[in-house]
């Protein structure tokens, strides 16, 4: 097996993205572990890397070293046209871009929603699944909790901005956040109840909640939470189990239920759900995967593809038919 230079690709380094946020974490495990280098193609940045000068630089020779990982959804087709002739690692966050992956690039999925669209979209990729990692900052400090009610403005539905929140408003202590937060571990473990409902923003952005951090990262200091459960959500949400969904039938029945979980509130103590998702899963499973993409890479300097694509049948039209029979008339 050939041990390979990881080169993450960003389109600038400092993004207020949770996607962004994740892939540089995902980037610093892999530092811990291989040779790892950030790059950017959109804006060059000092001491770091830009994929322009890369390209140009490299000798085909040196070439068959370096994997470049790229993960930035809107830039991916592009992407792919420019690294065509290199090694390339799709880090699959949200779906939803129609893009089409070449059979030649693995895809890392950080969901299993993302898994299961691409196992259905790339049938004949390599594809893993990778989650993010919830880091060590977030669990229960058991603090007293003087937030009833916790909402983040960023992704919210209009429902839980104009209706949820003024209705909920006069009846706790609610906080809602307006601007972006770094660190949200000290705010989740002063709250009782976290408010989530990405469903809206995700279906006008036609794309899916790639993983959705927050809920878990609530889940993890003790709060009880209130989500919906639209696509990667579902991967560690629970109704009635580790969550309640959000957005049922009324608003009248979202406000009884959160004013009920308020009065009555109990720390959430999930941990094994949580625990699935900390430092020491997660770099067992990287080494394992670019253990098996670095002998994919191998295998591909010896052998072309040769399994054919799935062909989708043609829609069985009925009109059709009565006109052909209609011609023998």
Same mark, same amino acid.
């Given at each position: ?8 690709l ?12 994740a ?16 790059v ?6 000092k ?5 322009? !000068? ?7 020779i040196?070439?068959?070293n370096?994997?470049?990982i ?5 830039? @991916? ?18 779906t ?12 890392i999925?950080?969901s299993?929603?993302?898994?299961a ?16 990692e ?6 229960n ?5 003087? @937030?009833d009610?916790?909402?983040q403005?960023?992704?919210s ?8 929140v +003024? ?8 906080t809602?956040?307006?601007?972006? #937060?770094?660190d949200?571990?000290?705010i989740?473990?002063?709250?009782? #109840?976290?408010?989530y ?5 995700w279906?006008?952005?036609k ?6 951090l +927050? ?5 993890a ?9 639209n696509?990667?959500?579902?991967d560690?949400l629970d109704?009635?189990f ?6 049922v ?5 979202? #406000?009884?239920? =959160?004013?009920?979980?308020? !009065?009555?509130?109990?720390e959430?103590?999930? =941990?094994?759900t ?9 770099k067992?499973r990287?080494?394992? @995967?670019?253990?098996?993409i670095?002998n ?6 010896s052998?072309? !593809?040769n ?19 209609s011609?023998?008339?």
């Amino acid at each position: 097996m050939t041990s390979r230079n990881l080169y993450f690709l960003f389109p600038e380094m400092n993004i207020h993205s949770g996607g962004h946020i994740a892939q540089l974490k995902f980037m610093a495990i892999a530092q811990s572990l291989f040779n790892v280098q950030p790059v950017t193609y959109k804006k060059q940045e000092k001491d770091i890397l830009f994929l322009d !000068e890369i390209i140009r630089d490299i000798k085909d020779i040196s070439a068959a070293n370096n994997i470049y990982i790229i993960h930035w959804g809107p830039h @991916i087709q592009e992407l792919l046209t420019k690294l065509k002739n290199q090694n390339v690692v799709y880090f699959a966050h949200s779906t939803g871009y129609k893009v089409k992956i070449p059979s030649k690039v693995p895809i890392i999925s950080v969901s299993k929603h993302s898994q299961a669209y691409w196992g259905r979209y790339a049938p004949n990729n390599l594809i893993f699944y990778l989650p993010n990692e919830i880091s060590d900052k977030y669990h229960n400090q058991k603090q007293e909790r003087k @937030i009833d009610v916790l909402v983040q403005k960023r992704k919210s539905s209009k429902y839980l901005i104009e209706e949820l929140v +003024p209705a909920l408003n006069p009846h706790c202590n609610l906080t809602l956040i307006d601007y972006w #937060v770094e660190d949200l571990a000290t705010i989740f473990n002063q709250t009782k #109840v976290y408010l989530y409902d990405s469903t809206e923003y995700w279906v006008q952005a036609k794309a899916s909640e790639g993983f959705g951090l +927050p809920p878990l990262e609530a889940m993890a200091c003790g709060c009880t939470i209130f989500s919906s459960i639209n696509d990667a959500l579902s991967d560690y949400l629970d109704p009635s189990f580790n969550c309640y969904k959000l957005r049922v039938y009324s608003k009248e029945y979202d #406000v009884q239920r =959160i004013l009920s979980a308020v !009065e009555n509130w109990q720390e959430n103590d999930n =941990i094994d759900t949580v625990n699935n998702y900390r430092l020491s899963l997660i770099k067992e499973r990287i080494v394992r @995967i670019f253990e098996e993409i670095n002998n994919f890479f191998d295998h591909q300097q010896s052998f072309y !593809e040769n399994i054919p694509p799935i062909i989708k049948n043609k829609p069985f039209s009925f009109d059709k038919i009565i006109k052909k029979i209609s011609s023998f008339f």
